[in-house]
């Protein structure tokens, strides 16, 4: 689900908080070394999102956050703001040249700069709680 998050508005914080849960707390937050992604350089996105891109040759930004059930994904578009709420049920991580995020039949690919390099730490911190959340539901076979 992609919501215009240029301006705040209370239905959009209650459709997030229910889809993947409110944000850490401060103090959460600090324990975990921080829940936010810096803004990395977007290379590709899916047809059906090239909407949110900027149409003039600007770079084209997004960042992360994570949340307890999934992330928020924040693209820049000049002066809109659009956010991709992604639980972490849907969520598809590539490592490929830089990392693909793939969901609800959609996908965003940053590109290896050294934007993204600096965020690595941040990726195997969302890799972990991808993990741990869907060890929740594991079946026995």
């Given at each position: 689900?992609?919501l215009?998050?240029?301006?705040t508005q209370?239905?959009?914080?209650?459709?997030?908080?229910d889809l993947?849960?409110?944000?850490?707390?401060?103090?959460e937050?600090?324990?975990?070394g921080?829940v936010?992604?810096?803004?990395m350089?977007?290379?590709?996105?899916s047809p059906?999102m090239?909407?949110?891109?900027?149409?003039?040759?600007?770079i084209?930004?997004?960042?992360?956050?994570?949340r307890?059930?999934?992330i928020?994904?924040y693209?820049?578009?000049?002066l809109?703001?659009?956010t991709?709420?992604?639980?972490?049920?849907?969520?598809?991580?590539y490592?490929?040249?830089?990392?693909?995020i793939?969901?609800q039949?959609k996908?965003?690919?940053?590109?290896?700069t050294?934007?993204?390099?600096?965020?690595?730490t941040?990726?195997?911190?969302l890799?972990?709680?991808?993990?741990k959340h869907d060890?929740?539901y594991?079946?026995?076979?």
């Amino acid at each position: 689900m992609i919501l215009n998050s240029t301006y705040t508005q209370k239905e959009h914080k209650h459709i997030i908080a229910d889809l993947i849960g409110k944000p850490y707390s401060f103090f959460e937050a600090l324990k975990m070394g921080g829940v936010g992604s810096k803004r990395m350089i977007i290379e590709q996105l899916s047809p059906n999102m090239e909407q949110y891109l900027n149409v003039v040759s600007d770079i084209n930004y997004a960042n992360i956050e994570m949340r307890p059930n999934g992330i928020l994904i924040y693209i820049n578009k000049g002066l809109k703001n659009y956010t991709w709420v992604i639980p972490y049920y849907q969520l598809v991580l590539y490592k490929t040249n830089g990392t693909s995020i793939h969901a609800q039949g959609k996908f965003i690919r940053f590109s290896n700069t050294k934007t993204f390099k600096e965020n690595a730490t941040f990726f195997k911190k969302l890799m972990n709680a991808k993990i741990k959340h869907d060890e929740q539901y594991s079946f026995q076979f």
